[in-house]
Nanobody, 121 residues
Framework: VQLQASGGGLVQPGGSLRLSCEAS????????MGWFRQAPGKEREFVCG????????FYADSVKGRFTCPRDDAKDAVYLQMSSLRPEDTAVYYC???????????????WGQGTLVTVSS
């Protein structure tokens, strides 16, 4: 199983960025997918999750209204569309796959390698 995250980089405050996570080796449509982030010196925190079948999404309060995380089961991919980025969004972003709840990082079965997002002028 492999989750390949990509799309990170340097962006100015107020800017936008889209991260991608492409899965291989698993029955993607049967998994809930999530995005987490980890800033230096902090724990990995939930950002956004999207359910299998319904594609219902859930967001951390800190990103609600600014981020979306759609999935494309035909491409075995999940995305994190980020807008109105702030310096405090700077972190390594990880995608994960879980058959359980999307909010709990300990419930995830598989993780991608992470991609760094830096928000700075």
């Amino acid at each position: 199983v492999q989750l390949q995250a990509s799309g990170g980089g340097l962006v100015q405050p107020g800017g936008s960025l889209r991260l991608s996570c492409e899965a291989s080796g698993l029955a993607f449509s049967t998994y809930n997918m999530g995005w987490f982030r980890q800033a230096p010196g902090k724990e990995r925190e939930f950002v956004c999750g999207v359910f299998r079948r319904t594609a219902r999404t859930f967001y951390a309060d800190s990103v609600k209204g600014r981020f979306t995380c759609p999935r494309d089961d035909a491409k075995d991919a999940v995305y994190l569309q980020m807008s109105s980025l702030r310096p405090e969004d700077t972190a390594v972003y990880y995608c994960g796959a879980t058959e359980n709840v999307v909010f709990d990082k300990n419930a995830y079965d598989y993780w991608g390698q992470g991609t760094l997002v830096t928000v700075s002028s």
